[in-house]
């Protein structure tokens, strides 16, 4: 098993720049409407001038113009952005709530680019302050470790329920046994090890467990894997004492593939970055 630092590089980018609000602009709608007021109501012996005319046709012409290349670049933005991570910040009754998610396709309502999430959710092109690659992801992962987040809490149907403060042990990469990613904040439950049984080894045949890496010198990796375990036994631990152990399959050679049964690790109470409400502020009264 190889370190998960051989494995990603650790990039991370800003969206850039935030789209600008133009509610409060004189939209061409509006301009025509005030064009045609004004020549209804134009004096019959003193008409309009056909410059002045022209001169205003001009100028909605540029506005359009100016509107339709905001338009077509906040989508060339949106479009950009799917495949990406992104946080967002979006204003609630309750507050200001972080949002994050994996962008999976886009789309525009009453003028505006929404992106829609791989979590459900869709947030205005506007609200997405940072765009990460799986790399950076992980570095926004590991940013968190040692703090305290709100976490969104869900019923037995997956209905919202509440937020629950928890505290960020540690971060890790979680790789599954078709071979996909997950990035998994870890409580301080999930780091809880035992070295078990003989007994309690064997009743996990068959079963899928997660265990932790270790690299050649004995250090633990920012990985964890999804394993099934297919046998369990004593033998010789890193610590060169006797240790129930788990096999999780054979090399080409044959040999067993073992870890020890205290590498075990209870993702039950992990969290996803998805779920996270927002960070609670460091000098925050605990």
Not at 60 to 65: K, N, S
Not at 137 to 158: H, I, N, Q
Request: charged content about 25%.
């Amino acid at each position: 098993m190889s370190s998960v630092n051989q494995v990603y590089n650790m990039t991370t980018g800003t969206v850039p720049g935030a789209s600008r609000n133009t509610g409060d602009n004189l939209g061409k709608d509006e301009f025509l409407k005030i064009l045609i007021v004004q020549m209804q109501n134009q004096d019959p012996l003193n008409p309009m001038d056909d410059k002045e005319f022209i001169a205003q046709m001009a100028q909605f012409t540029a506005l359009e113009q100016m509107q339709n290349v905001a338009k077509a670049s906040q989508m060339q933005q949106a479009t950009l952005m799917i495949g990406n991570h992104i946080k967002a910040e979006v204003n609630g009754d309750n507050g200001q709530e972080l949002v994050y998610g994996k962008v999976i396709s886009t789309r525009e309502i009453s003028g505006e680019m929404y992106l829609r999430l791989d979590n459900g959710r869709e947030v205005k092109i506007g609200e997405a302050k940072t765009t990460f690659n799986n790399e950076g992801l992980w570095e926004e992962a590991k940013s968190l470790v040692d703090k305290f987040v709100f976490v969104r809490e869900t019923d037995s149907k997956g209905n919202p329920d509440g937020l629950n403060q928890v505290y960020v042990a540690d971060a890790k990469m979680v790789v599954g046994l078709n071979g996909t990613t997950t990035t998994k904040l870890l409580t301080p439950e999930c780091l809880v090890s035992s070295k078990g049984t003989l007994t309690q080894a064997e009743a996990l045949v068959g079963k899928k467990v997660f265990v932790r890496d270790y690299n050649d010198e004995g250090g633990e990796t920012d990985v964890i894997y999804e394993a099934k375990v297919i046998g369990a036994k004593t033998g010789e631990g890193r610590d060169k004492t006797t240790v129930v152990k788990l096999v999780i399959g054979t090399d080409e050679a044959g040999n067993d593939i073992e870890v020890e049964y205290r590498d075990v690790c209870d993702l039950k109470t992990a969290i996803e970055l998805k779920n996270i409400w927002n960070i609670v502020p460091d000098d925050a009264d605990l």
